[in-house]
């Protein structure tokens, strides 16, 4: 364990805290009903945290770097998870707000002619950090030397990079759609995320059978 691991799940255990800090203590039972009812978009983001800080540890544990490049790239990713604590929360309490506190009654205000951009956001955050992501495998990748990484490592290392490049692609897709739908459904490109799942599996396969054909070992 580097201190720049240390300092980056002290970074994430904020950004948790940032999800839930501007809940107040429920008053009445209908205001704890609608806290509770809460709970799934909490769930949600609190989810894509975890996953961007397995993604990040999965990173630490295999190379070790702490070479300033390293440390620049990884501060911005900290960063950008730090900006978008909020409009991550807003994003996915607004889509379940009919849920969480009724029909007619969301205190969540949103435009039609809006809702591009809030999409065009959220997809320029979701992009930012897979490019920080890709960055980080691709500067491990050049110093595989130096690493000492084996052909199998190296092979992995280049699966990561191209799997980023994929869920950049889905990101880009995305916010192409925001900008040239209506607004009023321009939410309807948050549905292309949905990409991600099939499209990592069909290409992951595709690297295991490589793998497996080339040096005898399922992917990791």
């Known amino acids: ?121 959220y997809g320029l955050g979701y992009i930012a950090i897979y490019v920080l992501f890709l960055l980080m495998y691709r500067h491990a990748l050049r110093r595989r030397e130096e690493l000492e990484l084996t052909a199998l490592e190296a092979y992995d290392t280049k699966s990561k990079i191209y799997a980023y490049l994929i869920l950049i692609g889905i990101g880009a897709g995305a916010i192409v759609l925001a900008l040239v739908l209506p607004a009023r459904i321009a939410g309807v490109s948050g549905f292309f995320y949905m990409l991600i799942l099939p499209a990592l599996t069909f290409y992951f396969r595709r690297r295991y059978r490589v793998r497996r054909r080339l040096f005898g070992i399922p992917l990791s």
């Open 1 to 121: 364990m580097q201190r720049i691991e240390t300092f980056s799940d002290g970074v994430f255990a904020f950004a948790v805290t940032l999800l839930i800090v501007s809940l107040e203590v429920p008053k009445t039972f209908e205001e704890l009903l609608v806290s509770m009812r809460g709970f799934l978009a909490f769930g949600i983001c609190f989810a894509l945290l975890v996953l961007l800080w397995y993604d990040q540890h999965v990173f630490f544990r295999r190379y070790a770097l702490d070479d300033g490049k390293t440390i620049f790239l990884n501060a911005c990713l900290l960063f950008i998870v730090l900006f978008y604590v909020y409009p991550l929360k807003f994003l996915f309490s607004l889509l379940f707000t009919d849920l969480i506190y009724g029909a007619g009654k969301s205190p969540f205000a949103i435009a039609l002619e809006e809702m591009p951009r809030l999409m065009v956001i």
